[in-house]
C-alpha cells in the first residue's frame, strides 16, 4: 500500500483526534471524500468487476501469489478456491481485476476485493473488509497496487459503502494515521487426532451461535466500559468466524476466530478477529481457554489447524504460553471513516 494512495485519502486532522480522545464517547464517524481525482493503470489495462466465470483464474492467482506472513521465516499457502471465490460474489463481495496485457490469454497482474461487514456499531455505519489484495511480483512497486485501491474505493462509493477497514500486517502504514489496533501474532498448532479425545473433558467452552451472538457481546461491552467496536448484519449467516465462550471459575472470555484460507506446514490458519473477557480471571485460565478454542477449532474443521493470537491475550513472559511461536506485528486500520485516537480499541469482527 504506497503512499500514493494515502496522499490521495481524507485522513482525520490532528485536531480531530485530539477532540475525539478527551470526548467521554468515541462515537466513530465518517469521513468526507475528498474531490475525485483521475489515475490510470500502470498495464495500460483498466480494472474489471471479476464475475463468478472469473472464480477459477482469480482463485490459480491467489494460490501463486498471495502471502500475508508478517515474518520471513513464515509463508503461509492460500488455499482460497474458486468455489469460494464464487461464494462470496454470489453474497455481494466485489473483485476488481486487472490483466498484464489485452486479450482472453492475458494473466492477471493484480487483484482487490470488498467484502460486506454489515455495521459496525454503535454508530450503525455501513463497511467493507478490503481482502485478497494481491499484485503479481512483476508489477510490484509500479503503482498497481495504489491503483487499484483507489478505484474499489471509487466503485464502493457508488453504493456508499466505502467505509472499509483491513487488516495490514508487518510494518505499520505511518501516512494512515493512528491503527484501530495493534498487535503481536503468536501461534500453535492442534493436531484433529489428539482433539477428538481432548474434547470429551471440555466441558467449559461452547459455540456461540449466530443468533445470539449480538446479545453476548452487548453482556461484555457492558462489564468493562471499553472502547468496542463490533459488526452485525444478516450476512452474519454466512460468515467464515467461529464465536467461542468460555466459562472460569470466577470470569468469561468470549472470543471470534476466522478462517483465513491459508495453511503453514499443511495445517488451516484459524486467526482471532475478537477477544474480549470478563470477571477476574488467572493467567492459567487464558492458557487453558486458548488451548480449548484451538481444540473446538480443529475437531469443528476436521483437520489439523494452526491458531493465530494477539500475544496480548495471554500471560505475558509466562511459562504456560512457551508453546505458542511468535510470528509478527498487524495492525487494523480504518478507512473513511475514524474513531478518534483509538487506543488498540477492542475490535470484535465477524468476517
Known amino acids: 500500500m504506497g503512499q500514493h494512495f494515502w496522499e490521495k485519502a481524507n485522513i482525520p486532522s490532528l485536531w480531530k483526534y485530539l477532540k475525539a480522545a478527551i470526548s467521554p464517547k468515541r462515537a466513530p464517524y465518517r469521513i468526507e471524500r475528498k474531490p475525485a481525482y483521475s489515475t490510470v493503470s500502470p498495464t495500460e489495462c483498466e480494472y474489471i468487476v471479476a464475475v463468478e466465470d472469473d472464480a477459477e483464474k482469480l482463485a490459480a ?6 502471502q500475508t506472513g508478517s515474518s520471513k521465516e513464515l509463508s503461509p499457502k492460500c488455499t482460497i478456491s474458486s468455489n469460494w ?3 462470496q460474489i454470489t453474497c455481494g463481495s466485489i473483485f476488481l481485476i486487472v490483466y498484464e496485457t489485452a486479450g482472453p490469454n492475458s494473466q492477471i497482474a493484480g487483484c482487490i476485493a470488498a467484502s460486506k461487514l454489515g455495521q459496525i456499531k454503535p454508530s450503525n455505519i455501513t463497511i467493507r ?4 489484495f494481491c499484485i503479481s511480483p512483476k508489477w510490484r512497486k509500479k503503482g498497481l497496487g495504489s491503483y487499484l485501491l483507489l478505484k474499489i474505493w471509487d466503485v464502493l462509493k457508488v453504493l456508499n459503502e466505502d467505509s ?26 492442534f493436531k484433529y487426532s489428539e ?5 470429551k473433558t471440555i466441558r467449559n467452552v461452547f459455540v456461540v451461535p449466530w443468533i445470539v451472538q449480538e446479545s453476548y457481546i452487548k453482556k461484555f461491552s457492558e462489564y468493562s466500559n471499553i472502547s468496542l467496536y463490533n459488526n452485525f448484519s444478516s450476512e452474519g449467516k454466512n460468515s467464515d468466524t467461529i464465536v467461542l465462550n468460555y466459562k472460569g471459575f470466577r470470569g468469561e472470555i468470549l ?3 476466522t478462517n483465513a484460507w491459508q495453511q503453514i506446514e499443511g495445517n488451516n490458519i484459524w486467526y482471532m478477529t475478537g477477544w474480549l473477557s470478563k470477571g477476574e480471571l488467572l493467567d492459567a485460565e487464558r492458557y487453558q481457554a486458548a488451548e480449548n478454542f484451538g ?12 491458531v493465530w493470537l494477539d500475544s496480548k491475550v495471554l500471560a505475558v513472559n509466562s511459562q504456560l504460553t512457551a508453546k505458542w511461536k511468535k510470528d509478527g506485528p498487524f495492525h487494523w486500520y480504518a478507512f473513511q471513516w475514524s474513531a478518534g485516537i483509538y487506543n488498540d480499541c477492542d475490535l470484535f469482527l465477524r468476517i
Open 255 to 257: 472470543a471470534a476466530f
Open 295 to 306: 481444540s473446538i477449532l480443529s475437531s469443528l474443521a476436521a483437520t489439523d489447524v494452526a
Open 164 to 189: 472499509v477497514l483491513f487488516l495490514k500486517e508487518g510494518r505499520p502504514i505511518t501516512s494512515a494515521g493512528p491503527t484501530l489496533h495493534t498487535g503481536m501474532w503468536i501461534y500453535s498448532l
Open 61 to 66: 492467482f491467489l494460490q501463486k501469489n498471495y
Open 129 to 132: 473488509l478490503i481482502r485478497e
Open 195 to 199: 482433539t477428538m479425545e481432548q474434547l
Open 85 to 87: 471465490i464464487r461464494q
